[in-house]
């Protein structure tokens, strides 16, 4: 465990200990070959949901983990260190999970939320288009209401987990423009005219399947509406406070193991008769990237501290998921530096690291996005 950790209670610890013991036999051994194969780990994220994993910071009365975000967000990070998909599989469901759960009537919550959290279904979160993507209060997907249904129909681009899933938050629109005419449904996955497309072909995380979808008139029942009609666009954004969190804990996880990896192979490699780290050169570039991520963690788990504590966290999110995922970039790419043309070749996983660092600063609000968050807070105050 990184030095810089102080959990808040043995508990957690035990929790921590069962999650390092998951990463070290089921994920290190299996994400080479799953990325390769670029093959979606289904029965590990059930391994994980029957550990308790896929509902950690919800409410233990509907079979969540009833942890707080500070040591959900640490968990997240153990398994980023080892495979990141696994990581953003759990961060993906955790953040599906959330609109049934802080916006969901009790019946809802008592009939939706045991399956979920308790890892069995796994959760698919829809809200980007592929004609908008920041400016996601401009969606299109609309969801008429017909008797005691919603008809949808549009596309929704970039879904994680799309095909794979077990249920889709769908954000669409039920009334007019902008944000106030959105709405959430939570579709069944095995709905007719849900129809996940093609998977893209990702730079990294290939393991995790992206796709779009598209809803050709699919019939939700209208007690699926989570929430009141108009108020899609508030829960979308609450729920990426949430997740951006989630996102940043990722990446204090990748550039962690980086990190690792680099000072191990600067000990062992040898250059004009000495180890490497021994050049101030690199010793120094080792010492900034070790820096970095213990600022990013410090940040990361500030903001969740926030959280766990009822007090407003959105701006304090925003610069986490800005600063920690900057941060990852710059400190796998470093990595790659340290193993000179060896960080170039699959034989090491730092190039794996590289490639995925970089879409950390594109999902769950690109990093100008996060920047536009935190001028805004400036602007108005
Ligand atoms: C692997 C992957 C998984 C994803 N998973 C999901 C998912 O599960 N669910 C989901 O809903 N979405 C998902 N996304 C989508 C992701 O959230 C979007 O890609 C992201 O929000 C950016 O949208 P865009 O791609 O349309 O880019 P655009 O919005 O077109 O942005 C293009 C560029 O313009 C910049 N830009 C846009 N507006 C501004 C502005 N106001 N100021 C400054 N710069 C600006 C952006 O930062 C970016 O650099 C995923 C994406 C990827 C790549």
Redesign the pocket.
């Known amino acids: 465990m990184a030095v810089d950790r102080i959990l808040p209670s043995a508990e957690a610890a035990d929790l921590l200990g069962l999650v390092r013991e998951i990463a070290d036999g089921e994920l290190a051994p299996r994400v080479e070959a799953y990325e390769a194969r670029g093959e979606f780990p289904r029965e590990i994220v059930r391994t994980i949901g029957r550990a308790g994993l896929l509902g950690l910071p919800y409410d233990e009365e509907y079979g969540g983990g009833g942890q707080p975000y500070e040591v959900y967000l640490q968990v997240l990070e153990e398994l980023a260190g080892r495979w990141l998909a696994v990581a953003?599989a759990v961060s993906?469901h955790t953040?599906a999970c959330y609109p049934v759960s802080a916006y969901g009537t009790d019946s809802q919550r008592k009939r939706f939320l045991p399956d979920m959290l308790g890892g069995e279904l796994l959760g698919?979160?829809?809200?980007?288009?592929?004609?908008?993507?920041?400016?996601?209060a401009a969606l299109t997907t609309r969801a008429e209401r017909r008797g005691e249904s919603y008809v949808v129909s549009g596309t929704?681009?970039?879904?994680?987990?799309?095909g794979v899933a077990d249920f889709y938050d769908i954000?669409c629109r039920t009334g007019g423009s902008g944000p106030g005419g959105i709405s959430c449904l939570l579709a069944e996955a095995r709905t007719p005219g849900i129809n996940p497309q093609r998977r893209?072909r990702?730079m990294?995380?290939r393991s995790?399947p992206?796709a779009q979808i598209a809803f050709d008139d699919a019939e939700v029942p209208a007690d699926r509406l989570i929430g009141d009609d108009g108020v899609g666009f508030t829960i979308a954004m609450k729920a990426l406070d949430s997740g951006r969190l989630g996102i940043a804990a990722c990446a204090v996880g990748l550039a962690q193991a980086a990190l690792d990896y680099a000072v191990a192979y600067a000990r062992e490699r040898e250059q004009f008769g000495r180890p490497i780290i021994d050049f101030q050169g690199l010793a120094f570039m080792l010492a900034d990237m070790a820096t970095q991520v213990s600022a990013a963690r410090a940040l990361t788990l500030a903001a969740a501290r926030l959280r766990d504590a009822g007090r407003p966290y959105s701006l304090e999110a925003a610069k986490a998921k800005l600063f920690a995922t900057d941060m990852a970039m710059r400190v796998t790419t470093d990595a790659v530096q340290v193993l000179g043309g060896y960080g170039y070749v699959a034989d090491h996983p730092v190039e794996r690291y590289m490639r995925e660092a970089k879409?950390l600063q594109?999902?769950?609000?690109?990093?100008?996005?996060q920047?536009?968050v935190i001028s805004r807070h400036l602007t108005r105050g």
């Not at 698919?124 to 996601?136: F, H, Q, R, T």
């Not at 594109?362 to 996005?369: A, D, L, P, R, S």
Request: negative net charge.
């Open positions: 953003e993906v953040l698919a979160y829809c809200l980007s288009e592929p004609a908008g993507g920041s400016d996601a929704k681009a970039w879904i994680t987990h799309a954000f893209e990702t990294g995380l995790s992206v879409v594109i999902v769950e609000g690109t990093n100008q996005i920047r536009v």
